[in-house]
């Protein structure tokens, strides 16, 4: 069997000086997904940041391609794009520049014309943000995941604000990163997004 290309072992985290988690493991191959459920409370959002190095763990390693990602974290931050609760836009600049602007954050981006095409933004990409409602800031957010190139996607309740058309382009989105991973079957990912992969909370998703 292949090696694993995110591998998590023994990871615990605190949030304000109490335990939230330990002794948490689990490895993940390209294409594959992991989603997280649980009540409030339970350390999702806490797991998400401590594996974007947002927060630090208190225990364990995250291991990338076999290497330590707090060896080099620059690395391991270019390999993610993190959506949290806040959808983390500028509501002066417009969806395109948004995306333009964390690109050039990153060193790297994708196709910026098909982002928001798959969020079905090409009308509202000139726009700024501050006129846009919850919905469409929350499909902007999203395409800069897809602009970004990572092929690390850590989603913290991607669905919020999103009417069902938008979250059959997720699932779509979803599905193609996927596939560059090499593991396929699109249509997990259209209307059972939320109750096959537990969406609703958060997810990774893993290319090569």
Known sequence: ?????????????????????????????AGETLALTGRNGSGKTTLLRALSLLVPADAGSIRW?????????????????????LDGLKGDLTARENLEVAGRLRGATG??????????LAALAARPVRALSAGQRRRTALAR??????????L????????????????????RHR???GIVRSEEHTSELQSRFGISYAVFCLKK
């Open 111 to 120: 196709d910026i014309d098909a982002a928001l095409a798959a969020f079905d």
């Open 156 to 175: 913290d309740e991607p669905l919020n604000a999103l009417d069902s058309v938008a979250q059959a382009a997720l699932g779509a989105a979803i599905g």
């Open 179 to 181: 596939q560059a991973g």
């Open 65 to 85: 391609q076999g290497a330590d990602v707090t060896a080099d974290l620059d690395t391991w931050r270019g390999q993610v794009a993190w959506l949290g609760h």
């Open 145 to 154: 995941v897809v602009a970004s190139a990572a092929p690390v996607w850590l």
């Open 1 to 29: 069997m292949a090696s694993a290309v995110l591998d998590v072992s023994e990871l615990a985290c605190r949030r304000g000086g109490r335990p939230v988690f330990s002794g948490l493991s689990f490895a993940l191959e």
